[in-house]
């Protein structure tokens, strides 16, 4: 009997520490140190336990907003997880300087720099001294690091005035404002200072809760009912300004500013909200608008929450490889569109970007300002690493590590008419249809769009001829060419026709400096962050895919954020920071390359500005990949539009405001029309002239089509075309710069 009794409490022994015990996800690996098994493994009784199998790496597996446990790095994707990297050092793939832990590191010369940016750190160098200036560089493809975001976190919290602002008007107002020069602006804030006391006066008197509850029987007289049609005009803008100034000031962006005028949208207002779009990369012109009105209608602390979720998006993005943000999910009737799989199941292109941050909110709990910042904060000291493990998404059947990728690159309308009229104004070109990159794989017979991107084709631009400045129009090749290679941190080597002021900086004391930020590595450099090369090709006998000539056309990055989609490049097509790394990354996780490295280059240039010599030289150019298959790329006409059809070859002079006619380099007067042709002008008779002065010839200039420079670039210059009807015409505090073409040195090796 008692051996009976003994083995009932050894079988409720057993009940007690295991029977109870939740069953274990399959895919969840046990918590190290927990004797805990599956049903499967379950020790029979008056057996020992059996040990966990030894993890080789492991790390910390985040749901629900808790550390569940740990699982082991080696078998983190066979059990359906995502590792993430939460370190301080953490880049995106083209910033790396291996491909796997046990290669050997092939050194990064701008990766130091972008981790000390990333930190928000200001280095004494060109860079720091550029960032400090912009501030906030997630604008701009540098992101933030965790620590950075949990101390602006804190910064926020520990505002007293956060708490009083009333973010009411600015949820009301639905429109859009502006800084606007002249005197009207004032004029309508002092006229609603004046009304405010008598519509209060008049809510009061009428006995109702506020002035919409008023009508037209509560005023006195048709004056008074016209003082409040006016108020109610008057009263959304001028209060959405001071709600909107109210939290500027709070959070610091008027500091160093000056004085503004509450309820006045004043410059100082202006540029105060230009750093606030940078903060929070709201890619906007300072106007209060369209996608900067949704985030000043947020709490100052649900805006750094928002940051945090981007940010930690953005990782998971390459964490996953994955590219598809939902461009493409739907066709332009919303219907869906859809692929099919090897047995025939039909599927929509996934939006896998908001796929993950639903995965990054619900793993690290992220869903309410508060444990967002409580989650920031159980992280500790952050080290340079710090993989961490959540559940993974499932990803399309068509990737693989080698993915049959090519891009596209729709023009949208192009307009190839000379843009101004003999007055020098700009011509109506009206573009409904903007540039377009969109990114393919080849799957199961079938070419499926994963993204699209906006982007920017060539047009009208200056540059320098004959010591002038003149109209070129600089296209964007059409056809079939390939990305060969990709540079990160590229270099641009201004070519010799680029204007000597373009090649340098102005300092506050009137002194000039080389302007290496527009050359690079920088991410403010002509071609960003990272740029893919275009080339022509051709395939030999063995069927193989032949590099031939480089037309100087890339894609590439940009600093001028606000410039892509809405103005021309040289010819290269010009993407945001961020969506140009995140591109390129993609495209080498998914296609064998080979990593060489810092290109080596030798370049010196010396050139003249003011009667002052100046010397460019760098002697690295940047981070190269070479894909082992190029990867084709095919520019697609667009839709040509008016009367010009084919590029106009000759270049055209600027609209001389003094002399108020187009002047040629000699000092000749002419007219030009839509079509290129240029005939003389008679200039006004100058009554200081010598007599025998020569006069103009009476016949009509001939200019001969010049052939092609076969050189496309994107080099900054001094003037642009007049944006089209309707654009914005003034520019956030940053500093925009255009891109430029780089004359090329086949990268070492080339397979």
């Known amino acids: 009997m008692a051996q009976v009794r003994l083995g009932l409490l050894t079988i409720l022994g057993c009940a007690a520490l295991c029977g109870c015990t939740p069953k274990q996800d399959p ?21 020992e336990p059996v040990a966990p199998e030894p993890m080789e790496n492991p790390v910390a597996f985040w749901k629900d907003g808790e550390d569940q446990g740990q699982v082991d790095v080696a078998k983190a994707d066979q059990e359906g997880r995502l590792l993430i990297n939460l370190g301080e050092d953490w880049t995106p793939y083209i910033l790396t300087e291996s491909s796997s832990p ?5 050194p990064s010369e701008y990766r130091a720099t972008y981790l000390a940016l990333a930190r928000g750190e ?14 906030y560089l997630e604008l701009y493809g540098i992101l933030p690091t965790l620590t950075l975001l949990r101390t602006r976190f804190d910064e926020v919290r520990a505002l007293e005035c ?29 006229r609603y200072e004046i009304l405010k006391p008598q519509m209060d006066a008049l809510v009061q008197r009428a006995a109702v809760q506020n002035l919409d509850q008023v009508t037209r029987t509560h005023a006195a007289d048709a004056e008074e009912w016209e003082k409040v049609e006016e108020y109610r005009a008057l009263a959304p803008e001028i209060e959405a300004i001071a709600a909107a100034q109210a939290r500027l000031k709070c959070e610091g962006f008027f500091n160093g500013r000056g004085q503004y005028t509450a309820g006045l949208f004043d410059w100082r207002t202006h540029e105060a909200l230009a750093e606030f779009e940078r903060r929070h990369r709201v890619y906007g012109w300072g106007f209060i608008g369209d996608d900067t009105l949704d985030v000043l209608r947020m709490t100052p602390q649900e805006t750094e929450q928002e940051a945090v979720i981007r940010v930690l998006t953005e990782r998971a993005m390459h964490a996953a490889k994955v590219i598809e943000d939902g461009s493409t999910s739907f066709k332009r009737d919303e219907e869906p569109r859809t692929y099919t799989t090897e047995d025939g199941e039909t599927r929509q292109i996934p939006n896998l970007e908001a796929e993950l941050r639903a995965h990054v909110i619900e793993a690290f709990g992220l869903q309410t300002p508060e444990s967002t910042y409580a989650w920031l904060e159980s992280l500790g000291e952050i080290p340079p690493e710090q993989l961490v493990a959540v559940e993974g998404i499932d990803l399309p059947p068509y990737y693989s590590d080698s993915m049959d990728l090519f891009v596209t690159i729709d023009r949208g309308d192009v307009w190839y008419e000379f843009p101004f009229n ?18 393919w794989v080849k799957y199961n017979d079938q070419k499926i769009p994963l993204a699209k991107f906006g982007t920017t084709v060539g047009g009208w631009r200056g540059e320098f001829i004959d010591g002038a400045v003149m109209w070129k129009y600089k296209g964007s090749p059409v056809g079939k060419r390939v ?47 990272v740029a893919a090369y275009h080339r022509k090709y051709y395939r030999g006998a063995d069927g193989q895919i032949k590099l031939g000539g480089d037309e100087g056309i890339r894609t590439h990055g940009s600093v001028d954020y606000m410039s ?9 097509h010009r993407m945001h920071n961020h969506i140009a790394v995140r591109l390129m990354s993609f495209v080498l996780e998914h296609r064998p390359h080979t990593r060489y490295g810092q290109q080596p280059m030798i370049y010196r240039r010396e050139f003249e500005f003011e009667d002052e010599m100046y010397v460019m030289e760098f002697d690295k150019g940047g981070y190269n990949f070479v894909l082992e298959e190029p990867l084709p790329v095919e520019v697609l006409p667009g839709r040509v539009r008016g009367q010009v059809k084919e590029p106009i070859e000759v270049a055209l002079p600027t609209y001389d405001r003094e002399a108020q006619a187009y002047v040629l380099p000699d000092g000749e007067w002419v007219t030009i029309d839509r079509f290129g042709n240029m005939m003389p002008r008679v200039k006004p008779f100058d009554f200081d002239a ?19 420079t076969d050189e496309p670039s994107d080099i900054p210059e001094a003037s642009d075309p007049p944006l089209e009807a309707g654009m914005p015409t003034t520019a956030p505090a940053a500093t925009s710069v255009t891109t430029a073409v780089l004359p090329t040195t086949p990268p070492p090796a080339s397979p």
Not at 29 to 40: M, V
Not at 164 to 189: N, V
Request: net charge positive; with cysteine.
């Open 102 to 106: 046990d290669e050997p590191a092939t």
């Open 690 to 708: 010598p007599l025998e002065a020569p006069e103009l010839a009476p016949s009509t200039i001939t200019v001969e089509n010049e052939p092609s």
């Open 564 to 572: 892509i989609m809405r103005r021309h490049s040289h010819g290269c």
């Open 483 to 529: 990305w060969s290679r990709i540079s990160a941190a590229p270099i641009w080597v201004p070519p010799e026709s680029t204007p000597p002021r373009v090649m340098l900086d102005k300092n506050r004391d009137g002194t000039y400096d080389i302007a290496y930020h527009t050359t690079g590595p920088s991410y403010a450099s002509a071609y960003g962050l």
């Open 422 to 439: 003999e007055d020098g104004k700009a011509r109506s070109q009206p573009v409904s249809r903007r540039p377009r990159l969109t990114i």
């Open 122 to 135: 200001f280095p004494k160098d060109r860079h720091g001294k550029r960032a400090r200036k912009d501030q």
């Open 162 to 190: 956060a708490e009083q602002l009333d973010l009411t008007p600015l949820i009301e107002f639905d429109g859009f404002l502006a800084y606007r020069k002249g005197r009207r602006p004032a004029r309508q804030l002092r």
């Open 27 to 47: 895919v969840t690996a046990p918590i190290q140190g927990d004797a805990r098994g599956s049903a499967e493994e379950a020790p029979t009784l008056g057996a």
